[in-house]
């Protein structure tokens, strides 16, 4: 399946079959999508939950309860749940632990090479964390760069998965004990199977046309 064939055909999935699981390799390759998505400047200031368990996605469906019941048994059902987490904060110690993993996994010819790499990262921190003090923002939007990449790898894979915003972030932080960790979560998203009750896999996709949306040049 080629990627455009992907992208017509994931949907948002409304309802998972609780009898269907990812299979091991399934598994494992949703981890090395999270892995491996693009940031800006290599940051990677993110951190994902896997709940696979039944008692691990309980943990995750606490922040579904009251307003936000609706999303309730997307988490229960689906095989495995994710819980895509930001940094609260760009600290120094992150981007000395990214340089230097980039220069075990071997990506520097050169001492210089290396000090250049992070002096341009920095650069980039400093613009968010100083100049424009909004670097919790700007983390946020490299977790929804991870999310996008997500969603259409997790389609090539031939599974379901949809995001969700509708779940108290207070709550799943405090369960997961994310503040003392310097993360916050920003978006759920169950992966599986969809079920016969999912009438969202039947549906024709809508958007935009292109000339509303794209502009040539």
Same mark, same amino acid.
């Given at each position: 399946m080629?990627i455009?064939?992907?992208?017509?055909?994931r949907?948002?999935?409304?309802a998972?079959?609780?009898?269907?699981?990812?299979t091991?390799?399934?598994?494992?390759k949703?981890?090395?999508?999270?892995?491996? %998505?693009?940031?800006s400047?290599? %940051?990677q #200031?993110?951190?994902?939950?896997?709940?696979?368990?039944e =008692?691990?996605?309980?943990?995750v469906?606490k922040s579904?309860?009251g307003?936000?019941?609706?999303?309730?048994?997307?988490?229960?059902?689906?095989s495995h749940?994710?819980v895509?987490c930001?940094?609260?904060?760009?600290?120094d110690?992150?981007?000395e632990?990214?340089?230097d993993?980039?220069?075990?996994?071997?990506?520097?010819a !050169?001492p210089e090479a290396?000090a250049?790499?992070?002096?341009?990262r920095?650069?980039?921190?400093?613009m968010h964390? +100083?100049a424009?003090?909004d670097?919790h923002?700007?983390m946020a939007?490299?977790v929804?760069?991870? +999310?996008?990449n997500?969603?259409?790898?997790?389609?090539?894979?031939?599974?379901?998965?949809v995001?969700?915003e509708?779940?108290d972030? =207070?709550?799943l932080d =405090?369960?997961?004990?994310?503040t003392?960790?310097?993360?916050?979560?920003? +978006?759920?998203?169950?992966?599986g199977?969809h %079920? +016969?009750?999912?009438?969202?896999?039947?549906? #024709?996709?809508?958007?935009?046309?292109? %000339? !509303?949306?794209?502009?040539?040049c």
């Amino acid at each position: 399946m080629d990627i455009i064939s992907v992208a017509l055909k994931r949907h948002s999935t409304k309802a998972f079959d609780p009898t269907k699981k990812l299979t091991a390799e399934q598994a494992e390759k949703i981890k090395t999508l999270l892995q491996f %998505s693009p940031s800006s400047t290599n %940051s990677q #200031p993110w951190h994902f939950i896997v709940a696979s368990t039944e =008692a691990g996605k309980a943990r995750v469906a606490k922040s579904a309860a009251g307003g936000f019941v609706f999303n309730e048994r997307k988490m229960l059902d689906a095989s495995h749940v994710v819980v895509f987490c930001a940094k609260t904060a760009m600290d120094d110690a992150w981007l000395e632990r990214v340089v230097d993993q980039e220069e075990a996994d071997g990506r520097f010819a !050169t001492p210089e090479a290396k000090a250049a790499n992070h002096k341009g990262r920095t650069f980039f921190a400093d613009m968010h964390r +100083v100049a424009l003090q909004d670097d919790h923002h700007w983390m946020a939007k490299q977790v929804y760069l991870n +999310v996008g990449n997500f969603l259409l790898g997790v389609g090539a894979l031939g599974l379901d998965a949809v995001p969700i915003e509708g779940f108290d972030a =207070a709550v799943l932080d =405090a369960e997961f004990g994310l503040t003392e960790q310097g993360f916050t979560s920003v +978006v759920v998203v169950p992966v599986g199977h969809h %079920s +016969v009750e999912d009438f969202n896999a039947a549906l #024709p996709k809508s958007r935009l046309p292109l %000339s !509303t949306v794209v502009t040539e040049c």
